[in-house]
C-alpha cells in the first residue's frame, strides 16, 4: 500500500511561485510513475506533469516552460515548481504514484493553490 501526502499549497499573487511536494510511503520503485494533476471547480482532473524514476517527464501544454517537476527516489519525494502563477492555475493540486503497465494509482488527499491579487 502507497501512502502520498502533499504540502506547499497556498494563496499566491500572480506571477508569484510556489513550490508542492509529495511525500510517499510503502514502496515506490522504478516502476512508479509519478505524477502531479489539478482539479479546478466544476471542471475535470487534468494532468499537470509526470516523471519516471529514470527522471523522464511530461508535461501538459499549459504549464510548460513555467512548472517543473521533479523526484528524489531515495526520499520516495515528488516536487512541482510554480512560477509565473496565473489565476487560472486556481485549483486543488493532487499527487499520483502510478505503476507502470497496470491500472493501479495512488492518490494523494490535494493541496489547494489559489492564484489571487
Known amino acids: 500500500q502507497v501512502q502520498l501526502v502533499e504540502s506547499g499549497g497556498g494563496l499566491v499573487q500572480p506571477g508569484g511561485s510556489l513550490r508542492l511536494s509529495c511525500a510517499g510511503s510503502g514502496t515506490i520503485n522504478s516502476m512508479y510513475v509519478m505524477g502531479w494533476y489539478r482539479q479546478a471547480p466544476g471542471k475535470q482532473r487534468d494532468l499537470v506533469a509526470t516523471i519516471t524514476s529514470g527522471g523522464s517527464t511530461l508535461y501538459a501544454d499549459s504549464v510548460k516552460g513555467r512548472f517543473t517537476i521533479s523526484r528524489d527516489n531515495a526520499k520516495n519525494t515528488v516536487y512541482l515548481q510554480m512560477n509565473s502563477l496565473q489565476p487560472e492555475d486556481t485549483a486543488v493540486y493532487y499527487c499520483?504514484?502510478?505503476?507502470?503497465?497496470?491500472?493501479?494509482?495512488?492518490w494523494g488527499q490535494g493541496t489547494q493553490v489559489t492564484v489571487s491579487s
Open positions: 499520483n504514484a502510478a505503476v507502470r503497465y497496470t491500472l493501479v494509482s495512488y
